[in-house]
C-alpha cells in the first residue's frame, strides 16, 4: 500500500521496478485491470507530482511513469550514486536570470564548459549551430513561449537539437505535467526547485543512460 511518500534514494529503481510491476499491464492492449486500492494509491502518487488525476488509470500512470522513468539512475544498484562524468561542454536555456547565473556557476564550478546561458529558443538555435554540445539544459517553459497552447520553448528547442545536431536534452521544469508529456524528448529530467546536486547528478543520468559520450 501506498505509505503516502515516494523514494528519493539510490534505491529509485527497485521501487520503479516495484511500481511498473504493479501499473505497467494498465499500457497493455486492451489494459490490464488494477484494483480499487491500486487506483487511489496511483492517484495519490500522481497528485504529488501535480499530475491531473481526473482521468483514466492508464493515462495517469502513463505521464507519471515518464516522469520517474527520466528521474531513474539507470543501472544503478542499490547505494550507488550516478557515475560522475567527465568534463562536458553543456548549453543553459532558462529565462530567470538568477537561476541561469547560478546553473551557470555550478555547472562552470564542476569542471563544465558553458554555452550561454540563454533566455529564449532562438537565440540557443543559433548558438547551437557554433559550438559542439554535448548535452543542453533547457527550461521546458520560456518567458517568450506562444500563449495559443502550440508547441514552443524548450520542448521546440530540445527536438531541434536532436533532429539537426543530435544534441541530447536535460529538462529543467516545474511543470510537472509538460515534463511528463514530453518525456521521450529528454535523456533526463530534474523538476524544480532543484538543488545543485540533483542538477549534477541529473547530467550523471544523462551520460549513465548513454545519450552522453562521457
Not at 10 to 35: C, F, K, T
Not at 161 to 187: E, I, N, Q, Y
Request: proline share 8%; charged share 20%; hydrophobic share 50%.
Amino acid at each position: 500500500m501506498f505509505d503516502g511518500t515516494l523514494k528519493a534514494t539510490p534505491d529509485e529503481n527497485a521501487e520503479l521496478a516495484r511500481l511498473g510491476q504493479l501499473y505497467d499491464g494498465l499500457l497493455d492492449q486492451p489494459p490490464v485491470g488494477i484494483p480499487a486500492e491500486a487506483q487511489a494509491d496511483l492517484a495519490a502518487m500522481a497528485r504529488i507530482f501535480d499530475l491531473d488525476t481526473d482521468r483514466p488509470p492508464t493515462e495517469v500512470w502513463r505521464d507519471l511513469r515518464a516522469v520517474l522513468t527520466r528521474q531513474a539512475v539507470p543501472g544503478a544498484g542499490a547505494g550507488d550514486p550516478p557515475p560522475a562524468p567527465g568534463a562536458l561542454t553543456l548549453m543553459v536555456v532558462e529565462d530567470d536570470p538568477a537561476l541561469a547565473a547560478d546553473l551557470t556557476e555550478l555547472l562552470t564550478a564542476a569542471g563544465h564548459g558553458v554555452v550561454g546561458p540563454f533566455s529564449d529558443a532562438a537565440t540557443a538555435t543559433t548558438a547551437a549551430g557554433l559550438h559542439a554540445i554535448d548535452l543542453a539544459l533547457l527550461d521546458i517553459n520560456l518567458a517568450d513561449d506562444p500563449g495559443d497552447g502550440s508547441e514552443g520553448g524548450g520542448v521546440a528547442l530540445a527536438r531541434t537539437l536532436k533532429d539537426t545536431w543530435g544534441v541530447p536534452a536535460l529538462f529543467l521544469s516545474g511543470d510537472v505535467a509538460a515534463a511528463a508529456r514530453h518525456a521521450r524528448l529528454a535523456s533526463a529530467l530534474v523538476m524544480k526547485p532543484y538543488t545543485g546536486r540533483e542538477v549534477l547528478n541529473g547530467i550523471a543520468r544523462a551520460v549513465a543512460a548513454g545519450a552522453v559520450a562521457p
